[in-house]
C-alpha cells in the first residue's frame, strides 16, 4: 500500500511489523516506504516496521539511507533503532549521527552507541567529547550514560567532569561511576553526597551504599 493518505500508509506499514510474517511483497513495499514515502512520518514507522520483520541485512541498507534523511525525526527513528540491527550498523554510522545538528538525534545516537559490547578509541573519544562540550544538556546526559554503560577505563575522565555540570547530567554521571573503580571515585562520589541537588546526593548514597555491601 504505497498510495492514499499518509496515515493510512503509516498505519499499513505499522500492522505489517507487528504482524507475525510479512511476505516478500509486504517486506518490498515497506522498502519503498521507508527510502521513498513523500511524509517523514511514514519513513519513520516503515522503517521501524523493516527492522522487526526483515533480516538484519536487508534492513541495514535501508537503514543507511535513513541514516542520511532530510527529516531529524527519520534520523533519530534510524538512532534510536541501531542497537535492534547490531552490528549490523557500524559505529561509524552512529558517529555520524552523534554529530547531528538535531539534539534529538544526537541523543539517540549517544544511546545507541552505549549498548555497544565494545567502542574503539575514536567512538569511546567522540562521546567523552558529547559528554563534555555538546551544547544540549539531553545530549550530555545520554553520552554520560553511554560512557558508563561501556565502563571502558579510558572514559573516567570525561564522567568525572561531568559530575560538575547541571544536575540532570551530574546525577546521570553520578550513576555512571559505578562503572568505575579507584581513589578518583570514591572522592567524587563522597564530594557527590554533599550536592545542592538532593537527587545526585541519593544516587551517591545508593551507590556508596551498594559498594559498601558488595565489600561486606
Not at 20 to 36: K, P
Not at 180 to 188: I, K, N, S, T
Not at 190 to 195: F, G, M, Q, V, Y
Request: charged residues 25%; hydrophobic residues 50%.
Amino acid at each position: 500500500m504505497t498510495s492514499g493518505p499518509a496515515i493510512g500508509r503509516a498505519a499499513y506499514a505499522a500492522s505489517v511489523g507487528h504482524a507475525r510474517r510479512a511476505t516478500a511483497g509486504e517486506l518490498d513495499e515497506l522498502e519503498q516506504l521507508a527510502r521513498s514515502d513523500p511524509d517523514g512520518r511514514v519513513r519513520a514507522v516503515a522503517l521501524g516496521a523493516l527492522a522487526r520483520c526483515a533480516a538484519r541485512r536487508t534492513t541495514a541498507t535501508t537503514w543507511r539511507i535513513a541514516a542520511r534523511d532530510r527529516d531529524p525525526n527519520v534520523r533519530r527513528r534510524a538512532a534510536e533503532l541501531a542497537p535492534l540491527l547490531g552490528a549490523a550498523i557500524p559505529a561509524q554510522a552512529l558517529l555520524s549521527l552523534l554529530a547531528d545538528a538535531a539534539p534529538l538525534v544526537a541523543e539517540a545516537a549517544a544511546f545507541a552507541l552505549g549498548e555497544r559490547v565494545r567502542l574503539g578509541p575514536r567512538a569511546l573519544g567522540a562521546l567523552g567529547l558529547a559528554a563534555t562540550t555538546h551544547t544540549d544538556p539531553l545530549v550530555r546526559e545520554a553520552a554520560v550514560a553511554a560512557l558508563g554503560a561501556l565502563g571502558d577505563p579510558s572514559a573516567l575522565p570525561s564522567v568525572l567532569s561531568a559530575c560538575d555540570d547541571k544536575a540532570a547530567v551530574r546525577r546521570r554521571a553520578v550513576l555512571a561511576l559505578a562503572a568505575f573503580d579507584g581513589e578518583q571515585v570514591e572522592a567524587r562520589l563522597r564530594l557527590a553526597l554533599t550536592d545542592r541537588d538532593w537527587q545526585v546526593r541519593q544516587a551517591a548514597e545508593d551507590l556508596v551504599a551498594h559498594t559498601s555491601n558488595r565489600q561486606a
